[in-house]
Nanobody, 124 residues
Framework: QVQLVESGGGLVQAGESLRLSCAAS????????MGWFRQALGKERVLVAA????????EYADSVKGRFTISRDNAKNTVFLQMNSLKPEDTAVYYC?????????????????WGQGTQVTVSS
């Protein structure tokens, strides 16, 4: 059974940082592209960052470029999202996702597997 478990969310003030983690099990992690999505209240879920199986290729939404960094540790079956200079508009539930392809399906919001999400709240 495949599981993606996010952690690291919380309540922070604007300008602070958080590091999200997503631990994967039940799949061959090193062959999957990984993505971080977010969904704000009343809005659609959008792709924030994606990384290919080796970690060499990364993509970011314009709204987070220069502030967020996606990375992965294939030895630990974990993908990370380092979020710096957080803004109130970053407030959302953050989800990780795994997909065998990279990145067209993730760009369309399609993935083989999804986590349950972790709440990030940024106060002004």
């Amino acid at each position: 059974q495949v599981q993606l478990v996010e952690s690291g969310g919380g309540l922070v003030q604007a300008g602070e940082s958080l590091r999200l983690s997503c631990a994967a099990s039940g799949l061959t992690f090193s062959v999957y592209g990984m993505g971080w999505f977010r969904q704000a209240l009343g809005k659609e879920r959008v792709l924030v960052a994606a990384i290919n199986w080796s970690g060499v290729i990364t993509e970011y939404a314009d709204s987070v470029k220069g502030r967020f960094t996606i990375s992965r540790d294939n030895a630990k079956n974990t993908v990370f999202l380092q979020m710096n200079s957080l803004k109130p508009e970053d407030t959302a539930v953050y989800y990780c996702a795994a997909d065998r392809s990279f990145s067209s399906r993730l760009q369309l919001g399609i993935a083989n597997y999804w986590g349950q999400g972790t709440q990030v709240t940024v106060s002004s």
